[in-house]
């Protein structure tokens, strides 16, 4: 089985090389590695570029895919309300569901932050 070389090893290497005593030979191989060594990092940071650039890319197809949802019509069920008051707080009920209904999902939100005044909601169906 081979042994797989990775930047640490071979810096290892180049630290007992350096160790030893300079002759031609030595200084060839120091030379050698560091080489080797430079090239493996270069590789590295291009494939965490490219890494990082891909997500990047998926990150920006699903916020597109995210809008486009947005603006398709959904089904929601429009649900009348009852308000209650227990021990001091303001409690909203579903009663009866009215209709079921196609809408915009920012329109269904627009009308759900008016329930209060409304006693309506509307939720989506899955």
């Known amino acids: 089985m ?3 070389v990775t930047i640490e ?3 290892d290497e180049l630290s007992k090389l350096e160790a030893q005593e300079q002759t031609a030979a030595v200084m060839e191989k120091i030379d050698s590695l ?3 060594i430079e090239t493996m990092e270069a590789e590295d940071k291009a ?3 490219e890494i990082a650039r891909n997500e990047a890319e998926k990150a920006a197809k699903k916020a597109k895919k995210d809008d486009d949802d947005d603006k398709k019509e ?11 008051v227990i021990q001091g707080q ?3 009920e579903r009663v009866k569901k009215i209709k079921e209904c196609k809408m915009l999902k920012e329109h269904a939100d627009e009308l759900n ?8 909601e509307y939720i989506k169906i899955k």
């Open 74 to 84: 959904v089904d929601f069920e429009e649900w009348k309300l009852e308000r209650s």
């Open 113 to 120: 932050l008016q329930k209060e005044n409304r006693l309506f």
């Open 9 to 11: 090893s071979l810096k």
């Open 34 to 36: 560091k080489s080797r």
């Open 2 to 4: 081979a042994k797989k």
């Open 90 to 92: 303001v409690r909203y």
């Open 47 to 49: 494939l965490v570029e």
